[in-house]
């Protein structure tokens, strides 16, 4: 059977600063995670997809709004949205050849 990984992520403390979100260790986190999924594939894992958790930020449950986990950011005051750091990491990854 096919394998999807789905809502993986990691939460963090994210802060707009300047229009801009560096999220360097959400990064770290999907990169090495998104190396062992493309290892296990090599390896014969019938891993068919991969999905980031999550697009935007949003309430959860356990965290309320104090952890973030999309890769938008979004400025609950003003409903705006900013690409983080992590939204272009994710865009490269996902534009590359497997």
Excluded: C, M
Aim: glycine share 6%; hydrophobic share 40%.
């Amino acid at each position: 059977k096919k394998l999807y990984i789905t809502e993986n992520g990691a939460a963090f403390h994210d802060q707009l600063v300047a229009g801009r979100v560096i999220d360097k260790y959400r990064i770290e986190y999907l990169d090495s995670y998104t190396q062992q999924v493309l290892r296990a594939r090599a390896e014969g894992v019938p891993v068919a997809g991969y999905f980031a958790w999550s697009l935007l930020d949003n309430f959860e449950w356990a965290e309320g709004y104090h952890s973030r986990f999309g890769l938008v950011y979004v400025d609950y005051l003003t409903q705006r949205r900013y690409l983080k750091d992590s939204a272009y990491w994710y865009r490269d990854l996902i534009n590359r050849p497997v």
